[in-house]
């Protein structure tokens, strides 16, 4: 049932513009964080390190969370249009398995924009003229950073379920991502779930932020992870469908 | 002929707002089953509980023999096609793909969708985009999806709502068909009087949330036959007299008699009997109520039919 709840997630995004946002919006944070780079070369002497401490500090801390939300955004608005929570909801699978469904697709979005995330990355500093490859550790942070996004992909798709307007829970993924900024400097930023991309991707530092930390880290991921996805089941299932 | 689905006092409140009033619907198998009532009345609001988008306050509701539950929830939906409020469509997708979707969504194999689209006459459309369709594509669409799967049970409301004349015409004829083509039991909501009556072999009529008629279509008919109005020089008398000599006769407000018949043979002995006991005779004339006048007599107000 939820792989049939998957493949047509998948089949919704035929044609759909989700693909040019998950083009297009990586590169204006991997543009920023190459020209940071480029403007600030005397202090930053790490070479491929260093083009990672700009790049994603950019992308984690302000691109991310918002390009999330609005994939869950665009999955729920093709729901919230045309009436057809009405025919999700009268399909015969499992109430979860719909939620979970998305959620899965969210991931292989996400997944894959963490992938050409990395080639911008490597195009951005053959480009500064970087020598050689980046080191390996870079792909374990971006790993860590598309684990993150489970806490907010599943906020973000059970904001985007209950509030009908596409931008407002892009904003609120904007605004958390501020925030986000404030929880991380004080050290909070383990419980937050917008610093979580953060915190995992590493973003503002060349030595791991997350050596000594990583169980905590993980932790806080799944707790934030089955609270999000819990309430967004439990709507689901228990809220009356309103379709205007 | 056993009943498909039923309710029992099925009731839903939004608030302190009762918007369903303890509903008991029974609709045969195999019926087309219309759903009457004014805009307004709760006739969505009644589809969408029984198909569980909407949680009753109280009440239960059966389907095929299961009353309606998380545990019974999938069985149901397995065998039950609906269309409710509007067409439901994913606009960038084609006609096609989008019964693509709902036939994963329903476990159906896609070799279904060719003779869907068929009966629904949409198979030259089906690789338009949904969103370039006219709403009586839409419509249809929305139907073919519906019976993918071969669900026993249609739930369609307000299916010819927003349809030019000729796919109102179409639609009916194709909602008409399906009971004999598939066996399939069809409730249909409609706020149009005439449409019920060209499609319905049963009817329930809700009003303010209340069930205020249900049976067939023929016993709605009933209560349409003629009747002949009297006046009389003392209508208690006759009143009196004709019912002594067995006549089905009511006495009205407004000082009038009425005669549930128009035979000719009861109007003359009706008027032999009066004659005989010096009863004159003022007024006789001949009532003939339509089902919209039925209507408004059971729903006490004009309403757009």
């Known amino acids: 049932m939820l792989y049939r709840c998957i493949q047509c997630e998948n089949q919704k995004l035929r044609h759909s513009v989700i693909w040019s946002a998950c083009i297009l919006i990586p590169v204006i944070p991997a543009i920023m964080g190459t020209f940071n780079y480029l403007q600030n070369l005397e202090l930053l002497k790490d070479g491929w390190y260093s083009l990672w401490t700009q790049l994603s500090l950019f992308y984690a801390s302000i691109f991310y969370a918002p390009l999330i939300a609005l994939y869950a955004s665009y999955l729920w608005r093709l729901e919230h249009l045309n009436h057809n929570w009405n025919q999700i909801m009268t399909a015969p699978v499992p109430v979860p398995d719909l939620f979970w469904g998305k959620l899965t697709v969210i991931f292989q979005v996400t997944f894959l924009t963490q992938i050409w995330l990395g080639l911008l990355f490597f195009l951005c500093g053959k480009l500064s003229g970087l020598p050689g490859f980046p080191p390996a550790e870079i792909l374990l942070w971006l790993a860590r950073g598309t684990l993150a996004a489970a806490a907010v992909g599943a906020l973000q798709l059970f904001l985007s379920m209950v509030i009908r307007s596409f931008a407002v829970p892009i904003g609120i993924a904007l605004c958390g991502s501020l925030l986000g900024f404030a929880f991380t400097a004080k050290g909070l930023g383990m419980y937050w779930p917008y610093s979580l991309m953060t915190l995992g991707m590493n973003s503002n530092r060349s030595e791991d932020l997350l050596s000594s ?15 999000f996805a819990g309430a967004g089941i439990l709507y689901l299932k228990k809220a009356d469908i309103q379709t205007r | 002929m056993g009943t498909i689905l039923t309710t029992k006092s099925l009731s839903k409140q939004y608030g302190k707002r009762e918007v369903i009033k303890h509903l008991n619907l029974s609709v045969p198998e195999g019926s087309v089953y219309g759903f009457l009532g004014p805009n307004g009345a709760g006739k969505s609001t009644t589809m969408k509980l029984l198909l569980g988008l909407v949680k009753p306050s109280f009440g239960t509701i059966r389907i095929m023999g299961k009353e309606f539950s998380s545990s019974t929830r999938l069985d149901i939906l397995r065998n039950t096609g609906s269309l409710i409020e509007a067409p439901s469509y994913y606009g960038h997708l084609s006609g096609r793909e989008n019964l693509q979707i709902v036939c994963r969504l329903k476990g159906v194999e896609e070799s279904a969708i060719d003779q ?15 969103k370039h369709y006219s709403l009586g594509m839409k419509q249809r669409l929305g139907l073919a999806a519906a019976l993918l799967g071969n669900p026993k049970l ?14 109102i015409q179409e639609m009916r004829e194709l909602i008409c068909s399906l009971p004999k083509r598939f066996g399939i039991t069809i409730l249909v909501s409609s706020h149009l009087l005439g449409e019920i009556d060209q499609m319905a072999t049963h009817v329930g009529i809700i009003q303010q949330g209340e069930l205020i008629f249900q049976s067939s279509l023929a016993d709605l008919h009933a209560h349409s036959r003629g009747r002949m109005r009297l006046v009389t020089t003392n209508n208690p008398q006759a009143y009196a007299l004709l019912r002594k000599a067995g006549m089905e006769v009511s006495l009205e407000d407004g000082g009038s008699l009425l005669l549930c018949s128009t035979e000719d043979a009861r109007v003359l002995r009706c008027g032999r009997l009066l004659f005989e006991n010096q009863i004159g005779l003022l007024r006789l004339e001949e009532q003939q109520l339509s089902l919209e006048d039925i209507f408004l007599k059971l729903t006490g107000k004009q309403v757009s039919l």
Not at chain 1, 213 to 227: D, I, K, S, V
Not at chain 2, 118 to 127: A, K, L, N, P
Not at chain 2, 154 to 167: Q, V
């Open chain 2, 116 to 130: 869907a689209l068929e009966v629904v006459r949409m198979t030259g459309q089906q690789d338009k985009k949904a």
């Open chain 1, 213 to 227: 930390t990583l169980a905590p880290f993980l932790l806080t991921l799944a707790l934030f992870f089955l609270l």
């Open chain 2, 154 to 167: 249609l739930l369609l409301d307000e299916p010819t709502n927003g349809l030019d004349p000729a796919g």
